[in-house]
């Protein structure tokens, strides 16, 4: 290894005096400078150890050390002097010279240089271990900022969820309690026709009420919980109308055409009212006597708008009845429901039946 040494000094022979003294213990190379701007400039480069005269007539061992301080470098800085007081000396320690060694005893100076480097190396390493820890504990800072970062997005998601889980059960209970209410308006409804058989109205009520139970059926297998899809909620409706209606003799098919979107609860429990009523009357009435017969379904939805049409090939409305004022129980809940979503309700009966709903999504 060869030792790349800083030399301040003025005096040539003093320079060369040094070199000798050094060349007894270590491959050297060196640079002589006596001014501040030379030392400045050779600093530009990579040195060892600075070794620097204590007094010089136009630079001192004090000046070289703030120069070598500001360069920012950590270089064992070392003073070889004349004869100086022990006052100098501690003055030079206190002020950050790693050692002083008298001219008059050389023979210290190759052991300092060497005790110098060890501790140079150890002090780097220790720089180096802080820098790795500190980039560690900044690592360690950012890590734990990004952790409560996403804990805390996770507990305001957490929070929202809740709020609206709360507000869904408040609703739920607000529509059960409705539901019940529309069951036992229903059932005094039924009571009071007074011509028809017990088993066909409980049949028929079990029907409005099973078309109000597949809301709640859907809702429970949705991942949310405000609304429901309406094309798989019209087909559990149709399909438990055909389980509950056998005709005898008649091959009856229903058709299905809807759009598959959400719909909210308040609008989905009247539509589907309305598709029992409907496709119950056609199963009842618009069939007999023929050997095939066909219900189509259709609900179809844009941005603003939903149009539902229920309509069959069967025998049409018998003459002289107006759907919006007869006394069938069935009917009057398709004009009531309706008109509790605001929607608008057209019949042509000319070919079979054909009822079409309008209203705001």
Same mark, same amino acid.
């Given at each position: 290894?060869?030792?790349?040494?800083?030399?301040?000094?003025?005096?040539?022979?003093?320079?060369?005096?040094?070199?000798?003294?050094?060349?007894?213990?270590?491959?050297?190379?060196?640079?002589?400078?006596?001014?501040?701007?030379?030392?400045?400039?050779?600093?530009?480069?990579?040195?060892?150890?600075?070794?620097?005269?204590?007094?010089?007539?136009?630079?001192?061992?004090?000046?070289?050390?703030?120069?070598?301080?500001?360069?920012?470098?950590?270089?064992?800085?070392?003073?070889?002097?004349?004869?100086?007081?022990?006052?100098?000396?501690?003055?030079?320690?206190?002020?950050?010279?790693?050692?002083?060694?008298?001219?008059?005893?050389?023979?210290?100076?190759?052991?300092?240089?060497?005790?110098?480097?060890?501790?140079?190396?150890?002090?780097?390493?220790?720089?180096?271990?802080?820098?790795?820890?500190?980039?560690?504990?900044?690592?360690?800072?950012?890590?734990? =900022?990004?952790?409560?970062?996403? %804990?805390? &997005? !996770?507990?305001?998601?957490? *929070? $929202?969820?809740?709020?609206?889980? @709360?507000? /869904?059960?408040?609703?739920?209970?607000?529509?059960?309690?409705?539901?019940?209410?529309?069951?036992?308006?229903?059932?005094?409804?039924?009571?009071?026709?007074?011509? =028809?058989?017990?088993?066909?109205? %409980?049949? &028929? !009520?079990?029907?409005?009420? *099973? $078309?109000?139970?597949?809301?709640? @059926?859907? /809702?429970?297998?949705?991942?949310?919980?405000?609304?429901?899809?309406?094309?798989?909620?019209?087909?559990?409706?149709?399909?438990?109308?055909?389980?509950?209606?056998?005709?005898?003799?008649?091959?009856?098919?229903?058709?299905?055409?809807?759009?598959?979107?959400?719909?909210?609860?308040?609008?989905?429990?009247?539509?589907?009212?309305?598709?029992?009523?409907?496709?119950?009357?056609?199963?009842?009435?618009?069939?007999?006597?023929?050997?095939?017969?066909?219900?189509?379904?259709?609900?179809?939805?844009?941005?603003?708008?939903?149009?539902?049409?229920?309509?069959?090939?069967?025998?049409?409305?018998?003459?002289?009845?107006?759907?919006?004022?007869?006394?069938?129980?069935?009917?009057?809940?398709?004009?009531?429901?309706?008109?509790?979503?605001?929607?608008?309700?057209?019949?042509?009966?000319?070919?079979?039946?054909?009822?079409?709903?309008?209203?705001?999504?």
């Amino acid at each position: 290894m060869i030792l790349k040494v800083l030399i301040v000094e003025d005096s040539d022979d003093d320079a060369q005096l040094l070199v000798h003294e050094l060349r007894k213990s270590f491959s050297v190379t060196t640079k002589r400078v006596w001014t501040a701007k030379d030392m400045s400039d050779a600093l530009a480069e990579k040195w060892d150890v600075v070794i620097s005269d204590y007094y010089m007539p136009r630079f001192s061992g004090l000046e070289a050390l703030n120069v070598l301080k500001k360069s920012g470098m950590d270089i064992p800085f070392i003073i070889v002097s004349g004869k100086i007081g022990e006052e100098t000396a501690v003055e030079a320690m206190n002020s950050g010279v790693h050692d002083y060694i008298i001219k008059d005893n050389m023979a210290r100076l190759a052991p300092a240089i060497k005790r110098e480097l060890e501790e140079a190396a150890i002090r780097e390493k220790h720089r180096e271990s802080d820098e790795k820890l500190r980039k560690y504990r900044e690592h360690l800072e950012n890590l734990v =900022r990004l952790r409560t970062s996403e %804990l805390t &997005e !996770s507990n305001e998601k957490l *929070k $929202a969820e809740l709020v609206e889980k @709360e507000t /869904l059960l408040k609703e739920i209970h607000h529509r059960v309690k409705n539901n019940l209410q529309i069951i036992l308006s229903l059932l005094h409804l039924a009571r009071g026709i007074g011509s =028809r058989n017990c088993g066909q109205v %409980l049949e &028929e !009520s079990e029907n409005r009420i *099973k $078309a109000m139970a597949l809301v709640h @059926e859907a /809702l429970y297998k949705s991942e949310n919980l405000s609304s429901l899809d309406m094309s798989a909620y019209v087909r559990a409706v149709t399909d438990n109308l055909m389980r509950s209606y056998r005709i005898q003799g008649c091959d009856v098919s229903i058709l299905l055409d809807i759009d598959n979107f959400p719909i909210s609860i308040d609008t989905a429990i009247p539509c589907g009212l309305i598709i029992n009523e409907l496709v119950s009357n056609s199963l009842k009435h618009a069939f007999s006597g023929r050997k095939k017969g066909t219900i189509t379904v259709s609900v179809k939805a844009d941005d603003a708008l939903v149009r539902m049409v229920v309509k069959d090939d069967g025998a049409g409305f018998p003459k002289g009845i107006d759907y919006s004022k007869t006394e069938s129980l069935g009917l009057q809940l398709v004009n009531s429901l309706a008109s509790q979503i605001s929607a608008s309700l057209e019949a042509d009966t000319t070919k079979g039946t054909n009822f079409t709903m309008t209203f705001r999504r």
